[in-house]
């Protein structure tokens, strides 16, 4: 009899699977008492009493160095490792499995096999999280066997080959970028290898609270350079990390460059950079002598005025390509960001709810009030884009002015304090440290709190208020809080970046801190906004880098017009293929009405194509 590696793999990635494991790791607690106290924090196989498969599932926890107060909640990634290793070509016999792990490493085997193949993304980014697995190729089979790869996307593929030329990055010895690593930024960094760009020469910095695990692996799998700082939430602040990250990797880039400087150096490193943190760090004085080195790409608008004050004074040293205020990017990237928020606030609601929990509304209009903090850009699109989803919208922002053109059906505060304790709900886009420690005394019980800036930054103040009291740790890890008098689970100890957190004010109030105060529509899953429309930003970006690979001299360039628009036609073509296959009933989908969740199964990419 043999068994599907790829199939185990599902299946142990299931809650079921998992929770199968788990019993198999608590039959160990009672030997692991019996052992020295000096043997921690590591397990000492030669006092372990237990079978062949007991053993191995010890040794393969030596190798990784889980500590043995870990390891039942890891015995899953140890039995997964485990399995990797007697797999051939997606085959495990039932001898291989008695020869190496005997009756018992049979006999589990049998009962996973009757598991329902459920896997959940959480469990699986998990499990990658936890293998060590020193083989590239078996990093591979292993993400082949979760039915994971880099999406298709249409548009990126058809503008690639009618704009690049072949090898049109031949000339690119390094590249660097900052970028939520996410399974679509994966499909661009393939494109960008196609033509001409070596995964080996590729160095990627992560944003941690968005970074999907096997896009992370993959990459790491291909040869590219994926920083620890991309998937490790530290205690260490997350803006110092990044600082470091950039520091480190500019800095083994410049090593490779030629020393001293040449007077007129020739670009050979691509930078692809969101929020201007590569870009402001290559112009300071330890590095700005080799920044004609470099040519770059810039997609944020916070970016993007960085590069317009070096201009500006006359210290912008390389090309930049303005994609942050491309036609294109602000008029319809803008619609899926509010879209992606608004799907996203609703999604961690629902899961209150399922959990019995009665959130907070305003008597009088029989629903909760939800303060938008930070009426710019962002603000005016979540907003407006709350109103539709039906909620009650009132704005506050500390300069007056933008207040005067509110969007209908919101209401304006101007007092501060007042927006503080009236809202049943408060949404952040300010992108800044605007909430200060006691302004969590002005909040109502029960109230909740989602950022939908950068980063943790709008609430990173609040979190000193978070409860310990009541934090309850189940045996899998996960985190249980009362929340409005039910205990809530706020997610898994290992994935702090989208766990919930509760924070208690001095007079008892329990506000509802969302994603640990992380940006709400990152959740760590593939592609929060899907392939099919993100693929939008993916082409802009990939031609944006055509446009710095050209780049002659310093300066900034944007995308040519004629360009965004062929873009967007065929974008539309997208669409109206799609449009052609959902339902009757169903509403057309658009940049401005994307309705992700209601794609229709019977998507499939090559009818798209051939559409």
């Known amino acids: 009899m043999a068994f599907s590696f790829a199939s185990l793999l599902r299946k142990i990635s299931s809650p079921q699977g998992r929770e199968l494991a788990r019993d198999l790791g608590k039959n160990f607690d009672s030997q692991l008492k019996k052992l020295p106290a000096v043997l921690e924090p590591f397990l000492a196989l030669d006092s372990w009493q237990g079978d062949i498969f ?17 390891l039942t909640l890891q015995t899953s990634s140890l039995v997964a490792m485990m399995l990797l290793e007697l797999a051939n070509h997606d085959e495990i016999s039932s001898k291989t499995i008695l020869d190496q792990w005997g009756e018992h490493g049979l006999q589990f085997i049998e009962q996973l096999e009757k598991v329902e193949e459920k896997p ?3 469990e699986i980014n998990r499990l990658l999280h936890d293998m060590i697995v020193n083989e590239k190729i078996l990093i591979k089979q292993l993400l082949t066997a979760v039915r994971f790869d880099f999406p298709e996307m249409p ?15 031949k000339n690119m010895k390094q590249f660097f970028c900052i970028q939520h690593l996410m399974a679509s930024t994966g499909t661009m960094l393939k494109k960008l290898q196609e033509f001409g760009i070596p995964f080996e020469m590729m160095q990627i910095l992560g944003k941690v609270y968005s970074t999907h695990a096997p896009t992370a692996k993959m990459l790491e799998a291909n040869q590219c350079k994926v920083d620890p700082t991309s998937s490790f939430l530290s205690q260490d602040a997350y803006d ?3 600082e470091r990250g950039i520091f480190e990797q500019l800095s083994n880039i410049i090593d ?3 020393h001293p400087p040449e007077d007129k150096p020739i670009p050979q490193a691509l930078i692809m950079d969101d929020g201007g943190e590569i870009i402001r760090a290559l112009h300071t004085e330890k590095f700005k002598a080799y920044a004609g080195y470099f040519t770059c790409v810039e997609q944020t608008r916070k970016g993007i005025r960085e590069v317009h004050r070096l201009k500006e004074n006359g210290e912008l040293k390389c090309a930049v390509v303005n994609v942050a205020e491309c036609y294109a990017k602000l008029t319809y990237e803008s619609p899926l960001i509010a879209y992606s928020i608004g799907h996203e606030i609703e999604r961690k609601i629902d899961a209150l709810k399922k959990q019995n929990v009665q959130l907070q509304i305003d008597p009088k209009i029989g629903k909760p009030v939800v303060v938008i903090n930070g009426y710019g850009a962002v603000g005016q699109m979540v907003a407006a884009e709350l109103v539709r989803r039906g909620f009650h919208v009132c704005v506050y922002d500390n300069d007056p002015q933008k207040l005067k053109n509110i969007g ?28 200060k420690q006691e302004d969590i005394e002005k909040m109502q019980d029960g109230t909740l709190l989602f950022n939908a800036s950068s980063s943790d930054l709008d609430f990173r103040k609040l ?23 039910q205990r809530i689970c706020l997610g898994h100890s290992g994935d702090q970046a989208h766990s919930d957190m509760v924070l208690v004010s001095d007079a008892g109030h329990r506000i509802f801190l969302a994603n640990n105060g992380y940006v709400i529509n990152m959740t760590g899953e593939a592609d929060p906004i899907p392939p099919l429309f993100i693929q939008l930003t993916r082409t802009l970006l990939f031609l944006g880098a055509i446009i710095a690979n050209r780049a002659q001299e310093p300066g900034i360039y944007d995308i040519p017009i004629e360009w965004q628009k062929e873009l967007l036609a065929y974008m539309d073509r997208i669409f109206s293929a799609m449009n052609r296959i959902k339902k009757p009933d169903d509403q057309d989908i658009s940049f401005q009405q994307p309705f992700w969740e ?9 009818f798209i194509k051939k559409s």
């Open 408 to 435: 209908d059906n919101m209401t304006a505060l101007k007092d501060r304090d007042q927006a503080l304790s009236m809202a049943n709900m408060i949404v952040s886009c300010v992108g800044d440290q605007v909430f």
């Open 120 to 122: 959940i993304a959480v």
């Open 155 to 169: 548009a990126l593929s058809s503008f690639a080959e009618t704009y690049a030329q072949k090898d049109e990055f």
């Open 54 to 70: 007991e053993r191995a599932i010890i040794q393969k926890a030596q190798y990784c160095f889980f500590p043995s107060s870990h």
């Open 256 to 258: 490779k460059l030629p």
């Open 598 to 606: 209601k794609i229709p199964s019977s998507y499939d990419i090559d």
């Open 463 to 485: 979190k000193t208020y978070m409860s310990e009291s009541d934090i309850h740790y189940d045996s899998t890890g996960y985190l249980f809080d009362k929340f409005l008098g």
């Open 240 to 242: 110092w990390r990044m």
